[in-house]
Each structure stands twice: as structure tokens, then as C-alpha cells.
């Protein structure tokens, strides 16, 4: 089936396009998922502009209720995880079981926040004076315009959407227009979740004209914050927006995710990381292993089990169980990441398939499973030889290539696995329980696995970057909450007097010259 996808503000379709756009899916290119019509950067504002309005009222809403609609979201989103999986595979090439995954983390975010909107907790505070009391309380931030990429098409969304629904924001929701059915249905389920119409608006728009919107949004004063999940460049730009509003943006960026691996180190697990780590997904998440970084003494004992296990892995039908990726998301995808093997130099070898590049039936990936003509895909590519001075290793690739490079001691290990810039996500294998606590010290990454690999976050635990990867803002977890809420202090006077803070307070009296006896 076809899906027709439009912009909707108010719970009405927009009909209005600014543009079109074809999506099919990237395992099979004649399989036609979605029609597209895109939103001008006056869409995004009147999506903005009604978020706005309706925000007041669902604010008012008591946060427990506010949970309800969230738990009803989850229970529909349950009911319908096969058919949203289903449609993440088709739209994106995700491989099913990982699709599966996604929708479940989406469940589970409801699950958690279901409870949190009976815990906005507040606090009472002692005064400094008599006949005083003092309160903080936990306020909605306003109309939040929440951007988000189309690699995890449904689960990041739902970090940003479910707690700032719950704090009792509106949120204007700009999708990846590439993964804009799957952003379609998750909106219907919101939709029919019980959330008022307007407070959640769905536009879908290119890049340059979402950031015209937000300009616009800003100018207008109806978009109090701003939650973006993409590139270091665009995250930069949105930043610098938001900071000239007085703004604070969340940002999730990307990441160039280290794998240390230890002399003691158990070698067959992290060489089951590495290759989950780096290969899952097609290396298309901002969690893909960038580079792994293996103690001199054990390389290439590392290098050669990180290969056979490599070829060995399928690739093809994301519909097939037995597959560790599938498709690039699409064309473009697959031109950037091909040219990143340009990158590879004179010193570096490659491993890990047939080929490099595109799979092809002139440039086979052997056991490949299905087709490889009729989609886009990418044979895995291990470049061996990384060193601080290459490009491959300071830039993120968002593809299936993975660096292999090498350290003498754990100080060398810990600067370059610091040494690009990012601090998303990290990883170290070891059996020592010194060197892991070490390593958790000095990594600058927000994140960290032990003996796992560098993705695969839990809906309970906070995840973010430092760094390029970020501005130090957290999702998930009780923690996101601090990025849709603002503390408000309250102080009550009942003393009938105007009392003065510093000024007209009760002091104890003390005999500070007492010294006990010898």
C-alpha cells in the first residue's frame, strides 16, 4: 500500500505543498511506501502558532491525567507494534527484529512515563525567617518545535514527545521527510490517544525550510525551545538560534564511538560487539562504532577473528531473520558513505567482504541474501591501520565502515579514544575491574558499556554526548524531564510585616572565645 503523507495542524490535513516527494523502499526500489507533500516555512509557523494555543489548557490539565493519555498512547502503540515495525522496515530498510526493538522502546518510554506524571515533584524549603514558607514547583516549558533524523524513525521521537507531553508542552514535530510515513503513523497514535487537537502538530519539510520556520517561530515569539537530533553542522546552526532567542536547545548529534579493547580482554565477545556495534543498522546510528582501538599485542589475533566474523555475517532482506543489516536508508545515504572509502590511504588495509562500496551483481558480497540490484546496499568495510593524523578517524561516516587502530598503554587508548572531538557514546573490554572504573573516569563520552557494545540504550537510563556530540542536554529517564520543565520558586509571607531576606532574620547567640581546659 501507498501512503499519502501531508502536514497536519489542528488535526486537519494541510493541502497546501510547498513540494512533493517519492519514498520507496531502500531493499526493494519498487515497492512504492509513501507520496509526500512538503510544508512551506509558513506551515511551520502556523503549526507553531497553534501549538501555542492550545499549550495554556493542557498545561492546566493535572499532570495525572496528563499520564493517562500517555498510558493510553503506549497500550495503542502495543496494539499496533507489528504493523509500525513493519512500516519502519519497508520506509527505512531497517532489519525487522531491530524495527521490532524500536516500536518496543517506544512502549516502554510510555511505560515509564506513565508514573512520572504523578512524580513532578516539587519541594517544600525551610525559610530563614518566621511565619514564611517556601515552594519550588516544576512549569512547562510552552510550544517546543521538536526536529528529529530518520534513523530511529519512531523510538528517538518518542524520547522527545511522550515526556514533553507528560510536563504538559505542545510540540510542533518536524520529522526526517525521509521516513515521513513511519512519522505519520506515529502521529495518528498520539492522535487517537486522547491528546486535544493542536497540541501535537505534524510538519513535514526539507531542511533549509524547517530552519526558515524556526526563524519565523522565534521572530513570532510562539516557540519557547527548541529539541534537535541530526548533524553536527545543522546542530551548531540551531544552536546559535536559539542561543541569540535566550534559548537553550537540546541537542543529540552525532558521534565517532570508541571500542577499547584490552590485553585481558575476553576477544570473541568483543569481537560480537564490534560487530554489532559497527555493522547493526547499517552503521547508521549516532551510537555505530567509529573506530576500535585494540592493545598491540593482541591485533592481530583481533583483526583476524573481527574479519571472519564480518564475512561471515549476512547482509540483504531486512525482512530476513537471519540478516545483520540491510539496506542504506537511501541513494543519499549511500553516496556520502561511499565517499568516505576515499578517505582510506596508502597505509590502511581493508577488510570484512568481497567488495567494497555498493553491492552489486558485478561487485557481489558473497552470501549476500536476496537481491542485490533491486536496493541500495553497502558491503561492511574494516579499514585497518587508523591513526590520529587520518580523516577516518576524526569524522563520523554514518555507514558501514569501521576503523581498526592500535595502542602501547591505557594512557594512549584513553587520548585517542578522546581525541576527535565527539562524546557521544564509548566502550572498553576488559576483565580487570580497575581498568573499567579508569576508563569510566576518563572517557569523555556521555555514555559508556563495559564488556558491550558502544549502542544500545535503555528507555530508563539518560542518553546524550558531550562535546560535538552535543550540548550536554540528556534524554530519557527521569533526566529528560529537566529539559521540558522550568523551576519556579514561590516564597508565602503569613507574618503580616514586609520581611527582608538577609536582613531581618533570627540569629542564635554563641560564646565563640570557649576553649576547654587543658
Not at 493541502?15 to 512551506?40: E, F
Not at 537530533?229 to 544552536?239: A, H, L, N, Y
Not at 567509529?290 to 564475512?311: K, N, P, Y
Not at 561487485?363 to 579499514?383: C, K, L, Q, S, Y
Amino acid at each position: 500500500m501507498t501512503r499519502t503523507v501531508t502536514s497536519v495542524i489542528n488535526g486537519k490535513a494541510v493541502t497546501d505543498a510547498a513540494g512533493t516527494l517519492t519514498l520507496n523502499n531502500p531493499a526493494d526500489l519498487s515497492d512504492h511506501v509513501a507520496d509526500v507533500s512538503l510544508a512551506s516555512s509558513r506551515t511551520f509557523l502556523d503549526a507553531c502558532r497553534a501549538g501555542k494555543e492550545a499549550q495554556a489548557e493542557w498545561a492546566a490539565t493535572p499532570a495525572p491525567t496528563r499520564g493517562r493519555a500517555i498510558q493510553q498512547i503506549g497500550r495503542l502503540i502495543e496494539a499496533n507494534k507489528e504493523r509500525l515495525a513493519t512500516l519502519v522496515t519497508r520506509e527505512i530498510g531497517k532489519p525487522y527484529p531491530e524495527a521490532l526493538g524500536e516500536v518496543q522502546e517506544m512502549v516502554d518510554t510510555c511505560d515509564f512515563f506513565l508514573g512520572e506524571g504523578r512524580r513532578l515533584y516539587g519541594q517544600t524549603v525551610p525559610s530563614e525567617m518566621h511565619d514564611k514558607q517556601l515552594f519550588t514547583f516544576r512549569r512547562p516549558v510552552g510550544s517546543l518545535a521538536i526536529i528529529t533524523a530518520g534513523n530511529f524513525p519512531v523510538a528517538v521521537p518518542s524520547w522527545y514527545l511522550v515526556p514533553a507531553l507528560l510536563c504538559g508542552n505542545s510540540v510542533t514535530w518536524k520529522p526526517a521527510e525521509y521516513a515521513a510515513a513511519s512519522a505519520q503513523a506515529t502521529a495518528e497514535l498520539f492522535w487517537h490517544g486522547g491528546l486535544p487537537e493542536g497540541l501535537l502538530n505534524l510538519v513535514v519539510a526539507d531542511g533549509p525550510t524547517t530552519f526558515e520556520g524556526l526563524e519565523l517561530g522565534m521572530d513570532a515569539g510562539v516557540i519557547d525551545k527548541v529539541g534537535f537530533t541530526g548533524s553536527v553542522e545543522v546542530g551548531r546552526r540551531i544552536g546559535e538560534l536559539a542561543g541569540r532567542n535566550l534559548q537553550q536547545a537540546t541537542l543529540e548529534l552525532g558521534g565517532k564511538n570508541p571500542l577499547v579493547v584490552m590485553p585481558d580482554a575476553d576477544l570473541d565477545l568483543a569481537v560480537e560487539g564490534a560487530l554489532f556495534s559497527g555493522f547493526g543498522t547499517s552503521g547508521q546510528r549516532c551510537t555505530s562504532l567509529g573506530t576500535v582501538f585494540v592493545h598491540e599485542s593482541i591485533h592481530d589475533e583481533f583483526l583476524r577473528r573481527f574479519d571472519e566474523a564480518t564475512r561471515a555475517a549476512k547482509v540483504g532482506d531486512p525482512m530476513d531473520p537471519s540478516v545483520l543489516y540491510g539496506p542504506m536508508i537511501s541513494q543519499k545515504f549511500c553516496d556520502n558513505a561511499e565517499r568516505w572509502l576515499d578517505a582510506v590511504e596508502g597505509h590502511h588495509t581493508l577488510h570484512g567482504s568481497t567488495g567494497t562500496g555498493r553491492i552489486t551483481a558485478d561487485n557481489p558480497r558473497e552470501g549476500f541474501v536476496g537481491d542485490p540490484d533491486a536496493g541500495i546496499f553497502m558491503h561492511p568495510t574494516i579499514v585497518d591501520g587508523i591513526t590520529a593524523k587520518d580523516e577516518l578517524y576524526r569524522h563520523e561516516t554514518f555507514g558501514p565502515i569501521v576503523g581498526v587502530g592500535t595502542f602501547a598503554d591505557f594512557d594512549e587508548a584513553i587520548e585517542l579514544a578522546n581525541g576527535h572531538g565527539y562524546g557521544l557514546s564509548s566502550s572498553i573490554y576488559t576483565t580487570d575491574p580497575k581498568t573499567a572504573f579508569r576508563f569510566a573516569e576518563r572517557i569523555s563520552a556521555g555514555m559508556t558499556s563495559i564488556n558491550n557494545s558502544t549502542s544500545g540504550a535503555e528507555a530508563h537510563l539518560p542518553f546524550g554526548g558531550n562535546g560535538k556530540s552535543g550540548n550536554g542536554s540528556r534524554q530519557s529517564g527521569m533526566w529528560v524531564i529537566d529539559q521540558f520543565t522550568r523551576w519556579q520558586s514561590v516564597n508565602w509571607d503569613y507574618a503580616g510585616k514586609l520581611q527582608k531576606a538577609q536582613m531581618d532574620v533570627t540569629d542564635v547567640s554563641a560564646d565563640l572565645d570557649f576553649r576547654l581546659s587543658d
